[in-house]
């Protein structure tokens, strides 16, 4: 998928992110009668990376509860949304033991696995359209396989996706 400048990926990029304010993107698209700027699944997918990084679960599941608002295909449709949520949950789960973090979790785990049998490997190949996706999903994927490995989680179907993506978990997660 191939990036195109929209009004709410500019903003996003140009505004929120190089300003270290994602806070300021989440609080523009939960208000759209008032800012009337639409999200974009590329759009969303850039502030959900850059709040997942962040560490701020609550704004990410916020963000992640704007996607029906926005006409955004489900989280469960898309592979790079469902892990960068499935892995902001499972790290607050392994680092609070947060029971809403562990409930969402669990609720994405098994559409999660079910939609990666479905989603070609994502290399990560420098210059191609993919590249931020591709990022992020590694990112997110290492995230997930560490953490199911750490709760004790069945792992493998994480672990053989991410060998077939080239991405190389730390010898302590393969």
């Not at 809403?100 to 359209?129: C, D, K, Q, Y």
Request: proline content about 7%.
């Amino acid at each position: 998928m191939k990036h195109v400048a929209t009004p709410s990926n500019l903003f996003i990029t140009g505004r929120c992110i190089e300003l270290r304010s994602p806070d300021l993107a989440l609080t523009v698209f939960n208000d759209r009668p008032a800012y009337r700027m639409d999200l974009t699944l590329p759009a969303a997918r850039q502030l959900l990376y850059t709040l997942h990084e962040k560490r701020q679960l609550s704004d990410v599941v916020l963000l992640a509860a704007l996607f029906p608002k926005y006409n955004i295909p489900a989280l469960t449709s898309d592979p790079v949304s469902c892990a960068l949520l499935t892995s902001a949950c499972l790290r607050e789960v392994n680092i609070s033991g947060s029971e809403p973090a562990r409930v969402i979790a669990t609720t994405l785990l098994s559409p999660f696995e079910h939609l990666l049998s479905r989603t070609p490997p994502m290399p990560i190949s420098v210059g191609g359209n993919r590249f931020l996706e591709s990022l992020w999903m590694k990112d997110a994927m290492l995230s997930i396989l560490a953490s199911l490995i750490v709760q004790g989680h069945e792992a493998s179907w994480a672990r053989d996706w991410c060998r077939r993506s080239g991405f190389n978990s730390p010898s302590n997660v393969g």
